[in-house]
């Protein structure tokens, strides 16, 4: 059996919005545009990324918090280009009970606002930095463009953002470097590859000194943006009074970075694996890694039962996540629901497999069967799950790599969009009126130059093909969510 | 060494205001009253008391979800007690960026208003039943009273409720009892003992048939409602069109319940256990179970520090949540530091010690000191942190029991509360006249009867101390939080 991608690359929209129903990732019908139900196994596959999340953040010495949702408008107006941002898209509560509120509550849209008046209270010396925090909550933004679950919603529900303080543009820099480090891992445990692109001035994060953004290439070639961080050096430091003693008594401002990420990384991660059969789920975060089907005959129901629960028990012990489906229906039906639901591996077992002790592993990836040694099943399967996310990896990390092409020209560029190849690279002077006129002529966003900066200097001789001046970078184009 | 509860019990509340900031739990100073940010050490217990009841939610069958938090108007209105019940106290969202919405949305306050026209899709068979689902999520309910963290709060961010629907009265009655086993396992885990009322018909929950309340006595004699379980018949049902086809294909409308908790949870442990000192954590959700702290002498330095260690990793490869305090500040400052922020156990170790083998435990709950062998550690310590907890609950019980005091005239009642006993138990006929009457002499608010019913009956020959007539009930008062 061939792995069939054909509705997943060219109807991909459509192929998407109805797998998140299918699949018991998130309920649409709920009766505000752009705010979704999670179901319970959308919920479980969202908790396993979190989880990850949250022992990285642990790891690199971040602590957790919670901030309120609502922010006064007083406060949220303290940073002049954080509020020109966001000022359109922001939903605003206005009355309590029957009463007009004194002053008016936004709901969170980002928390930059609502935390930085408590760190210039919670900072007062160097001995305070680095300071490092994090929350996973929900945000709003009242998006006027298309929504669709998980990409684009006016209730992003599981919202990551790490927010970091610290004694030197150096020492936020170290940080910088340290959040690609955790994006790295992160996006390893979910097989992921990625670029790092540096956005560029005209799209950076409202109040931002820079921006990096991590993409990943969709199905249709267009980019989702799944993480992004922000070098904001002493902008909102001045902004809320966010000073420190050094050591020789001096006030400064502190420099800070944020780090964000959303329930995106789930969008990418059913976009970027999935094929015609549904979602196909990296074993690391898969609520079911292995559902064992058994495949009775007459008169051997009993057995085959028993063998299963008995593969299961013993994968279970050796800490797989295993599901034995005893519905009493066929089991094609069976293999439908777990394919669609993306399950790595099924074990099927029949009448002949009991006797001669073995059972059939299908790989949900290749789609491809084995007959392995019962004695031998933890190994087996431990191996095969490990081959399935080693090979996700790979399978996505060439179709990324073929949809990047460099080209010299607009022509090109534009050729390279009519085929839906996804990430144009192109020379550029490194002109702000260039850039605009690029993004104009390709309809397509600049992502900005590639990260880190070493990676972005244009080859001698190259032209920015607006101006003909000397180019000093590449720029990547892409179409994106 | 004595436990001193003079100022926890005399000015509980300013005990407990300072203590919610001085111990890392909450800082109240976010610009807007009534809503607080969470503190990395107050957030660590908050999740380990919400990993117990993830846990008990998995082994009982019900799916976690999450719904967005803003409800629209029009769907908030559909159940009449209900709306009658929160309309003075939600928060309206009515802009979004710079246009007025069409449909106003409210801020959750609870979500059967939310949740149930979704009910009405994914319910369709009595197959789907029972359906059981829960979430913990933030909700908004502008409080008029006076704010107090974790108790009476504007953004109730840990706010637990489990939606279930049965096909039938009875299923529902089962269901109640579930939700009372898991609070209780729950309130064995927190060292809570409790007390279980039916609530009268005037203080029901807006929209439910009837309601139990479990209440704790706080320190100042003052109850607190820390669950809550409401059967709501066939109401919401109604009002939502929640119908499934019975196996006869009849459509019949199903019986709902919920089950409420919140960070008041957290708030009882916190007033419950605690003493002049700080809080005293049970060992359960304690973040650091077990604080080491080395008392080297001149010159025995690597040799302590290094015995500190020793032991540590041994506990903590035993699973034992252990934390050395190596910061360069005097014994006193940290024994004052861990006390305040509740750890169980402090183990001191100085040079003799090393040289002996020994250690000292220093429980947290009695302030008793003991000497063990350093090769009993283990077990030692396992052993303490179990009579740690059995003494907070015994504790606990004998406060709320000697709190609880049975009368039978409103002289009586009245002389308990001057003395602040706590709660008052007294006859009554089961006419609400009466029991208001009561409540305003009494200046309290009836709990209700107890729970279950066999124990709400008066004894024989009692009188409502109201009308004189034949006492049904025995009825709860208290001043509650
Ligand atoms: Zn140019
Ligand atoms: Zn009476």
């Known amino acids: 059996m061939a792995v069939e991608r054909k509705k997943w690359s060219e109807n991909f929209s459509e192929w998407y919005n109805e797998l998140i129903e299918t699949a018991g990732i998130q309920d649409k019908r709920y009766p505000v545009k752009g705010m979704n139900v999670w179901l319970p196994y959308g919920l479980k596959i969202m908790r396993n990324i979190e989880r990850f999340i949250h022992a990285e953040m642990e790891r690199t010495g971040h602590d957790e918090v919670l901030f309120p949702a609502l922010i006064p408008e007083t406060e949220f107006q303290k940073e002049a280009e954080h509020i020109k941002g966001f000022e359109g898209e922001v939903y605003w509560v206005t009355h309590a009970g029957l009463e007009p509120l004194d002053v008016r509550l936004i709901l969170r849209p980002t928390s930059e606002t609502a935390m930085y008046s408590m760190f210039s209270l919670w900072i007062r010396s160097h001995a305070d930095l680095p300071f490092k925090i994090y929350q996973i ?26 927010h970091t303080a610290h004694d030197s543009y150096e020492d936020a820099e170290r940080q910088i470097k ?13 097989a992921l590859p990625y670029i790092i692109s540096k956005r560029p001035e005209w799209d950076k994060f409202p109040g931002a000194y820079y921006s990096l953004g991590a993409e990943v290439m969709m199905p249709d070639g267009r980019t989702l943006q799944i993480g992004t961080m922000h070098n904001y050096r002493q902008n909102f430091a001045k902004a809320y009074n966010i000073q420190y003693e050094t050591e020789t008594g001096d006030h400064e401002y502190v420099h800070q970075t944020t780090f964000g990420m959303s329930e995106r990384l789930l969008a990418a991660v059913i976009a970027i694996h999935g094929d015609d059969r549904g979602m196909v789920l990296p074993p690391t975060i898969a609520p079911i890694q292995v559902v064992i089907v058994p495949i009775p005959k007459k008169d051997s129901e009993a057995d085959v039962f028993a063998y299963a629960r008995e593969i299961a028990e013993e994968l279970r012990t050796a800490g797989i996540r295993v599901h034995v489906d005893e519905r009493d229906i066929r089991p094609g039906r069976k293999y439908y629901d777990w394919e669609l639901k993306g399950v790595p591996l099924r074990i099927e077992v029949g009448p002949r497999d009991v006797e001669g002790k073995k059972a059939v592993l299908a790989r949900r990836d290749t789609l491809e069967k084995i007959t392995v040694e019962r004695d031998n099943i933890v190994e087996e399967v431990r191996k095969t799950l490990d081959a399935i996310h080693e090979n996700l990896y790979q399978r996505a990390k060439e179709f990324l790599e073929s949809h990047i092409k460099r080209v010299d020209t607009i022509e090109e560029a534009k050729a390279v969009f009519e085929d839906r190849r996804g990430i144009v690279e192109i020379p550029w002077c490194g002109e702000e009126e260039c850039g605009l006129r690029m993004e104009e002529e390709l309809d397509a966003k600049m992502l900005g130059i590639p990260y880190p900066e070493e990676k972005a200097k244009a080859p001698e001789g190259k032209k920015c093909p607006v101006c003909g001046r000397e180019a000093k970078f590449i720029a990547r184009f892409a179409r994106t969510y």
């Open 178 to 190: 340290e959040d690609l480090e955790i994006f790295d891992n992160l996006a390893r445990f979910l």
């Open 137 to 162: 909550v929900n945000v709003y933004r009242y998006e006027t463009k298309h929504t669709r679950p998980l990409i684009r919603v006016r209730e992003i529900s599981r919202f990551f953002e790490a």
